[in-house]
């Protein structure tokens, strides 16, 4: 296998690194990663991957990537148009996607918004949009608009000061549970020096809540629009956010899904990625 080497792409909102690695003259493999993560939780992987193409995406706000220009905020349907001028800028008119986590909910929807694109899907711990309460909305509504306003009328401050890298995992472990390693791994890839320690690459609008949510009902109308024979790898026991009853009623809107539970913890494919990998080969052979 190739060491992974840094690349750079263009979109239409602005440029984004990725890790690209594996075989090119191999079936082309975007990878997205979750909320607060970046390419490098897929690093893993990739001697279990060697065959293909694979491209992992640091998406927009994350890692080495960009972030949205200035008084705009991180709306889901522009990830779907990150990752479709991805695919044009590497020049792939039909590729496979991996997604982990919120990577899972934006390739999940890709797929159904844009099925030409999609050979296959290969998901970890994801299915379809983040929903919310449609009985909510109004609330939701109110409370993004005042703490958009809040993180505006701090703008020029400085960023916060983090003194050490051990500090920064302890962070990033309070945002999302996982093993310690797989933390640091993340957490290198998103700190840049300064002169009195560390300071975070991403975005601080990333943990901005947002404006809306679809309820229910419309995020399995776009799971019943996915055409790409699909692959759903989920951990148990399971995080709040993605129940086995509510996994179960999202697959049931997928025509060609095929689901597998595996033992471990929401970064399944850095804790496990022997058996992930092994699933995620046969999958993407078929």
Not at 1 to 13: C, D, F, N, V, W
Not at 148 to 153: F, L, N, S, T
Request: proline fraction near 6%; hydrophobic fraction near 45%; charge should be negative.
């Amino acid at each position: 296998m190739s060491a992974a080497r840094e690349i750079t792409l263009a979109t239409g909102r602005g440029r984004l690194a990725a890790l690209r690695s594996g075989d090119p003259k191999g079936p082309k493999l975007l990878a997205l990663h979750g909320w607060l993560d970046n390419a490098a939780s897929f690093e893993p992987l990739l001697p279990e991957l060697a065959d293909v193409d694979l491209v992992a995406l640091d998406l927009a706000g994350h890692g080495a990537s960009e972030h949205r220009a200035t008084g705009y905020d991180y709306v889901y349907a522009d990830w779907v148009h990150d990752v479709i001028d991805v695919l044009d800028s590497l020049g792939w008119e039909r590729a496979d996607l991996l997604g982990h986590s919120m990577g899972a909910t934006i390739a999940s929807t890709v797929a159904a918004a844009a099925p030409e694109r999609v050979r296959r899907l290969a998901l970890i711990e994801g299915l379809g949009p983040l929903g919310g309460d449609a009985g909510a909305a109004g609330l939701r509504l109110r409370e993004a608009i005042a703490a958009r306003r809040a993180y505006e009328a701090r703008a020029g401050e400085p960023p916060r000061r983090i003194p050490t890298m051990a500090a920064a995992v302890t962070a990033r472990l309070m945002a999302t549970p996982m093993r310690v390693e797989d933390a640091e791994r993340i957490v290198d890839r998103n700190l840049q020096a300064t002169e009195d320690g560390f300071a975070w690459r991403s975005d601080p609008r990333l943990r901005l809540p947002s404006t809306l949510r679809l309820n229910e009902e419309a995020v399995q109308s776009i799971l019943r629009a996915i055409e790409a024979p699909t692959l759903l790898v989920a951990a148990t026991p399971s995080p709040s956010y993605f129940t086995p009853a509510q996994r179960a009623a999202r697959a049931a809107c997928v025509r060609d899904l095929r689901v597998e539970v595996l033992e471990g913890g929401h970064h399944l494919h850095m804790e496990h990625p022997a058996r992930v990998g092994a699933l995620l080969r046969d999958f993407l052979a078929g």
